[in-house]
């Protein structure tokens, strides 16, 4: 990443793509506790920023800004950027309600900390849809009695499978949780609702959708024949003098 090359693009795809996996994988694992809800990578001519969004964005930065130093150092250090080649910074997510990544994370710890299964799924579920989401599923699978492994499904709302659509609309996150009896798996998917403005949702309507505008107001406009048969005389408001009687004979 750090040393300018020349290589091939499909080599530097590859490359980026290793790089933003590790990278996101040492993120996950060292703020899941401050709700990490993902990284967005920027390379400018002068440096790399790497941009970390979180729920609570004062436990990343840490006291007087000493851990994301911390991190920067180790990011530095393990991928090989030079001096202040690297940059990270800190960004509050502004809706955690419609965040998978968030929810799922949030949803591991409710696991962690004994609360029963279906009534941690359903507390995700109904804060999701409270948030503004269009529909939402949880899926959480493993031994979750029983000695027998089976998947319990959670849904609401509206939510679609297949086509583009789901590359814009659907956000969705994957989390395993160790318990005492095995792992957990945590799938959580969220659909996003249709924003014209691009903030809560993605801004290109669902191809399905279907839009009625009202009626406009009926104007009656008047027939070329009704016009020439038209009387051209034009009324008056002129007094006409009685004629005079005749005389008698």
């Not at 180790?74 to 991928?79: G, I, L, N, T």
């Not at 503004?132 to 709302?157: H, N, P, T, W, Y």
């Not at 509206?158 to 318990?179: C, F, K, T, W």
């Not at 957990?184 to 959708?209: E, R, S, Y």
Request: aromatic share 6%; net charge positive.
């Amino acid at each position: 990443m750090a040393t300018v090359t020349q290589m091939s693009k499909k080599r530097k795809f590859v490359a980026d793509g290793v790089f933003f996996a590790e990278l996101n994988e040492l993120l996950m694992r060292e703020l899941a506790e401050d709700g990490y809800s993902g990284a967005e990578v920027r390379v400018t001519p002068m440096r790399t920023e790497i941009i970390i969004r979180a729920t609570r964005t004062q436990n990343v930065l840490g006291e007087k800004g000493r851990r994301i130093r911390e991190l920067t150092s180790v990011v530095q250090k393990r991928f090989k950027f030079p001096e202040k080649g690297v940059e990270l910074y800190a960004e509050k997510v502004a809706n955690r309600g419609l965040c998978s990544t968030a929810q799922a994370e949030s949803l591991r710890y409710k696991l962690l900390g004994g609360l029963p299964v279906r009534r941690a799924c359903y507390g995700v579920l109904r804060f999701v849809m409270e948030s503004g989401a269009k529909g939402c599923e949880v899926i959480v699978s493993g031994k979750l009695r029983a000695q027998r492994a089976k998947a319990m499904k959670f849904k609401d709302g509206y939510m679609i499978s297949s086509g583009q659509p789901v590359n814009e609309y659907i956000d969705s996150a994957v989390r395993h949780v160790l318990l005492r009896q095995g792992v957990l798996g945590i799938k959580v998917k969220i659909m996003l609702d249709w924003d014209p403005k691009g903030k809560q949702g993605p801004m290109t309507p669902l191809p399905d959708l279907v839009t009625i505008h009202q009626p406009k107001d009926d104007e009656y406009v008047r027939r070329a024949t009704e016009v020439e048969a038209a009387p051209l005389l034009v009324p008056t408001d002129i007094d006409v003098p009685a004629m005079p009687a005749l005389p008698e004979a």
